[in-house]
């Protein structure tokens, strides 16, 4: 994979770019990059040692490596950097769009939009699911899915995938994931998600098909209910469910909710998202919900 090197006087004249307040990135600052003509996005990673730094490291290896056969939507890493000989990070292409969080939150963008873009994401998973099947890369998965890590692309008004660096793809340790997290629901499920139990990498859960469907289940959830459902507690998040019956939004789609606690495997919710109607988007609401129950 190429290397770029800068020097830190280099370095030092880069511009941070501004992120929406929607947005939450501890691990790394996100720099312009303008590299032979072309507009790059600079992500320079904050802890440059240890397994963490390694993994992500193998993680844009492998990536680039099966570059081939991977989705158009993603944004896949293109060169590592190195400041001053060390390497401190990696480039991706720059999309001119704006970071999915915020269009979900834009309640200037109509409701119809927004379950659009939820819907694309997916349809991603399914060509990932398709890959697996049909190509070498047999072991990728989202793992950190959650709504700040897609774009909507401005000129084409499709979803792109960025931070890839957190995926799991063949045998790379577990890395961290909004979603996955001991605090979370996720923890309640018992047996079902296959638990890190390597004390060198930073996640919880090892990302597979079932994982990456409950990120993407509770992305939903999170949108209906105006806030996060993921830390709820379970009773609040069965009752939520049984409220979402009763304004009657579609059995299939709510059952989808209950799977991702149950043994069997989760389902992808995509072809029930065009159902929901604007008063349900609005009676789903957390205040509304408290307010009737």
Do not use: W
């Not at 941070?16 to 691990?27: D, F, G, H, Q, S």
């Not at 996060?228 to 304004?247: C, P």
């Amino acid at each position: 994979m190429n290397v770029i090197s800068i020097s830190k006087k280099k370095f030092a004249e880069l511009m941070p770019l501004t992120l929406a307040k929607e947005i939450m990135n501890a691990e790394s600052t996100i720099y312009d990059f303008p590299y032979r003509k072309e507009r790059k996005v600079f992500k320079k990673i904050h802890n440059l040692s240890g397994p963490v730094l390694t993994t992500k490291l193998d993680t844009i290896e492998m990536l680039d490596t099966y570059r081939e056969y991977l989705p158009e939507s993603f944004c896949v890493p293109d060169n590592l950097v190195a400041i001053d000989q060390t390497i401190s990070g990696f480039t991706v292409p720059f999309v001119e769009g704006e970071n999915l969080a915020s269009v979900l939150a834009d309640p200037n963008v109509s409701i119809k939009k927004q379950i659009n873009y939820l819907k694309q994401i997916g349809e991603i998973l399914d060509q990932l699911k398709q890959m697996r099947k049909s190509t070498p890369v047999n072991g990728l998965y989202l793992n950190d899915l959650h709504e700040s890590n897609f774009i909507v692309d401005s000129k084409s008004e499709t979803i792109r995938v960025v931070d890839l660096d957190s995926c799991k793809i063949g045998s790379n340790l577990p890395m961290s994931s909004r979603y996955l997290v001991p605090t979370a629901l996720v923890a309640d499920a018992q047996g079902k998600y296959k638990r890190n139990t390597n004390p060198g990498a930073s996640g919880y859960i090892v990302a597979d098909e079932n994982s990456d469907l409950y990120c993407y289940n509770i992305m939903i959830l999170n949108y209906l209910y105006g806030s996060s459902v993921n830390n709820i507690g379970l009773t609040d998040f069965y009752d939520y469910l049984t409220y979402l019956s009763e304004i009657g939004m579609e059995p299939d789609l709510i059952n989808s909710f209950r799977m991702l606690l149950h043994s069997c495997d989760n389902r992808n919710p995509a072809p029930e998202l065009d159902s929901i109607t604007k008063e349900q988007f609005l009676l789903a609401k957390k205040k509304v919900y408290r307010q009737a129950r």
